[in-house]
């Protein structure tokens, strides 16, 4: 039995305690190696290091740590977890030796930084990886300012502890005056190995999900709703085979979540004094949680995401996604302390910190949210008309249209769908008619739309969907949607009409347009793909051990089209090359180099192959990747 939700009511006072100490953590665990070891199982966690200049030493290697009571081994940085935070400035050449002291190999990613793809840091892929008592020295120019992270790319080392924070400073003056920055590193830590989490999901995926059905929440259902829509609601997930409550893979079961390192008891503090506007540089570094972000009492202004300036927006609530970053400025005014409140997406659990002018001062930590539940539109049903199950779909007319598009293109099964769209480009992979079929419902004629059009033009709504690879419908994949969403002003289950200003993409502006803002040449369309029920993660129904690489042909721009099949939330990166995510009507809207696409949602963003080489691009979700939701993008 998962030890996920909360504490039942007939449970001991002593389990409730022992569930407070496992989802809090210790108010003093942390990394002990420089305490004694073991024996300093409570001791205070040491403050993270910053490290400035332009050469740098990293040793990774193995640190003992406690955050719940239970002494376990981390993966680190120089015995810091997180690792030290790296202070880089714009225009400047960073070299950075990277030792291996561990007994396996391992790597390091620099997260959405533009460089080489030698220096990337993917095993494999981009270079051999760091054998155990080896040094490897990347080396490259820094192009860019802003807010990012470094984290390993070697097995479930970063689910153990190697991730850290990275602040560029521009090279022309900030525009973003402010008198304090923090960085805020989100992250989630389990005492499992995380090769058993993996080896429990592909048995019984469910195991950490802690909201399965009850006759108790049917009860509830019904009183709210009546017991003919709650009977019926609860028949359709039992035909489909699904669960509504299926938000996050890995939850505050095994987690215990952490803000810069300390737990919800050690609460991390940054100081500040009333009148300051501060700067808090937000990083989701955890391995599977997508965080609810919200200070009460305070409104954030966000000033960048993913490291790009955008403009500003006040909120009072944001999502962010695994590998996401987001800036913002408080602007506390009284002299009290303030409490940032990070709450899992499944409301399993909670990081939080804490802003005030004194230390050891707090604030009242909020409640969690209720769980709301996936509807409808999160599984693509149009007007309760059902929807198709991959393997088990009925091959009807829709579905003969979709296999005769792939065989009338040529397409092996593994091969990611392209659209030739100017009249001279006929090279590389594109399809012709195909492609233009697929697109046809969901995108027709808006990406030539005109930016000044109706105020309702780039909002988007609920499109049909085509499923035109053969694999979606194979055992990797359980749902095919017939209707997707393409609005960005969807904040996602959880958040919606909760009474707060939720961030949404459709807020996000970047401020200035991309240096190359060509219209793309052609497209290529993936699809997110999964079985739930045997913890299977693709695009377009493969996994990445059987797909062919995609290909870009250098100096070209292209249209990604990504449509999220699956009832999960994904956060997809491509390496190497900045993500233009588009308005739903074809315009420019917010630079990134993470995606956030919610279930049975359609986005598409434009990308310049102006790097040469092997790039990664996969799902962030560290065991959905593990899984096979991963490809390799050939620059050539």
């Known amino acids: 039995m998962p030890r996920?939700?909360?504490?039942?009511?007939?449970?001991?006072?002593?389990?409730?305690?022992s569930r407070r100490r496992f989802v809090q953590?210790?108010?003093g665990g942390g990394a002990l190696a420089s305490l004694g070891g073991w024996r300093a199982?409570?001791?205070?966690?040491?403050?993270?290091?910053?490290l400035r200049g332009t050469e740098f030493h990293l040793e990774i290697g193995e640190t003992p740590v406690n955050f719940t009571g239970a002494a376990r081994i981390a993966t680190t940085v120089n015995g810091q977890l997180p690792?030290?935070?790296l202070r880089w400035r714009e225009g400047d050449t960073v070299t950075l030796h990277v030792s291996n002291r561990l007994r396996e190999q391992t790597s390091i990613h620099w997260h959405g930084i533009l460089l080489p793809s030698e220096m990337d840091g993917v095993p494999g892929l981009s270079f051999a990886g760091i054998d155990p008592g080896q040094t490897f020295t990347y080396r490259f120019a820094v192009r860019q300012s802003g807010t990012y992270w470094y984290h390993s790319h070697s097995g479930f080392q970063e689910q153990t502890g190697l991730y850290g924070a990275i602040v560029i400073e521009p090279r022309q003056p900030d525009p973003i005056a402010v008198d304090r920055d923090y960085t805020v590193l989100l992250s989630d830590w389990t005492d499992e190995d995380p090769m058993r989490v993996f080896n429990k999901?592909?048995?019984?995926?469910?195991?950490?999900?802690?909201?399965?059905?009850?006759?108790?929440?049917?009860?509830?259902?019904?009183?709210e709703r009546g017991w003919s829509a709650a009977l019926s609601e609860r028949l359709m997930w039992e035909q489909m085979r699904m669960n509504p409550s299926d938000l996050a893979d890995v939850s505050g079961a095994t987690y215990t979540f952490l803000t810069n390192g300390a737990t919800p008891a050690g609460n991390w503090t940054g100081l500040f004094k009333p009148g300051e506007r501060v700067r808090l540089r937000f990083i989701n570094g955890s391995a599977m949680t997508y965080f609810d972000v919200r200070i009460p009492g305070l409104k954030m202004t966000v000033v960048a995401a993913d490291g790009q300036n955008v403009r500003p927006v006040a909120v009072e609530e944001f999502r962010i996604g695994v590998a996401e970053t987001y800036d913002v400025i408080v602007e506390p005014t009284d002299a009290r302390a303030y409490t940032i409140f990070s709450q899992a997406m499944d409301r399993s659990g909670y990081a939080r910190a804490t802003l005030a002018p004194r230390a050891g001062m707090q604030a009242e930590v909020p409640e969690l949210d209720r769980v709301q539940l996936l509807g409808m539109m999160d599984m693509g049903m149009s007007h309760g008309a059902g929807m198709s199950h991959g393997a088990d779909a009925s091959h009807g007319a829709g579905d003969a249209q979709g296999a005769d598009a792939t065989h009338d293109s040529g397409m092996s099964p593994d091969m990611d769908m392209s659209h030739d769209m100017s009249a001279t480009d006929t090279g590389g992979m594109d399809h012709g008619t195909a492609a233009s079929t697929s697109h046809g419902d969901a995108h027709g004629d808006a990406h030539g739309a005109a930016t000044t059009g109706a105020p309702d033009a780039a909002q988007g709504g609920m499109v049909q969907v085509n499923h035109p690879y053969a694999a979606e419908r194979g055992v990797g994949n359980s749902m095919l949607p017939d209707m997707v969403s393409t609005r960005l002003d969807d904040p996602g289950v959880g958040l919606r009409d909760n009474g707060r200003r939720v961030l949404t993409y459709a807020d996000l502006h970047s401020v200035h347009p991309p240096e190359d803002n060509?219209?793309?040449?052609?497209?290529?369309e993936l699809h997110l793909t999964g079985n739930m029920e045997r913890y299977m993660w693709s695009f377009n129904g493969v996994k990445f051990s059987d797909a062919k690489p995609i290909v870009l042909r250098y100096g070209e721009?292209?249209?990604?089209?990504?449509?999220?099949?699956?009832m999960m939330t994904h956060p997809i990166h491509l390496h190497g090359l900045w993500s233009d995510l588009e308005s739903p009507d074809g315009a420019f809207q917010v630079r990134k180099h993470t995606i956030t696409l919610n279930p049975a949602q359609r986005l598409s963003y434009r990308v310049s192959a102006d790097a040469r080489g092997l790039w990664a691009y996969h799902c962030h979700l560290l065991y959905h990747m593990e899984a096979g939701m991963f490809r390799a993008v050939v620059v050539e």
């Open 4 to 17: 996920g939700g909360p504490a039942p009511h007939s449970a001991s006072p002593r389990a409730a305690l």
């Open 201 to 223: 999901l592909k048995v019984m995926p469910d195991y950490y999900n802690g909201i399965q059905p009850s006759v108790q929440r049917l009860n509830a259902d019904a009183r």
């Open 83 to 85: 690792a030290p935070l």
């Open 518 to 524: 060509r219209a793309p040449s052609r497209e290529i």
């Open 25 to 27: 953590g210790l108010a």
């Open 41 to 50: 199982a409570f001791a205070a966690p040491a403050p993270v290091t910053e």
């Open 557 to 566: 721009r292209v249209r990604f089209v990504l449509v999220n099949d699956t």
